[in-house]
């Protein structure tokens, strides 16, 4: 049974930094991508960024380029989106989610998503 859960959501200023971390475990192959999502109020969710577990690819959309980074710990099966510079608009519920072999193209689009965790909240203030 996969697992997937998310920690180090909060509040902070504009401006300043935050650690989100995600853990998986029941994941039996060697192969399969991790993808960073959020989602405002009265927004859709959308991708921040992915990670593949074996090819160590990292893939981030065009509004947090630069400010975010996604890294693994093979050795702890999780994973880190550091934040930096946050915006308010960066305010939203964060989502880990798993799954195998995700199609490059895809890997920031939900659907292709089974295993997500519960969400953590960030808030940034003005």
């Known amino acids: 049974q996969v697992q997937v859960v998310e920690s180090g959501g909060g509040l902070v200023q504009a401006g300043g930094s935050l650690r989100l971390s995600c853990t998986a475990s029941g994941l039996t192959f060697d192969d399969y991508d991790m993808g960073w999502f959020r989602q405002a109020p009265g927004k859709e969710r959308e991708g921040v960024s992915c990670?593949?577990?074996?090819?160590?690819?990292?893939v981030y959309a065009d509004s947090v380029k630069g400010r975010f980074t996604v890294s693994q710990d093979s050795t702890r099966n999780t994973v880190y989106l550091q934040m930096n510079s946050l915006k308010p608009e960066d305010t939203a519920i964060y989502y880990c989610?798993?799954?195998?072999?995700?199609?490059?193209?895809?890997?920031?689009?939900?659907?292709?998503?089974?295993?997500w965790g519960q969400g953590t909240q960030v808030t940034v203030s003005s």
């Open positions: 990670i593949n577990w074996n090819g160590g690819y990292t």
């Open positions: 989610a798993a799954d195998f072999s995700v199609e490059s193209s895809r890997v920031l689009d939900s659907r292709e998503y089974n295993y």
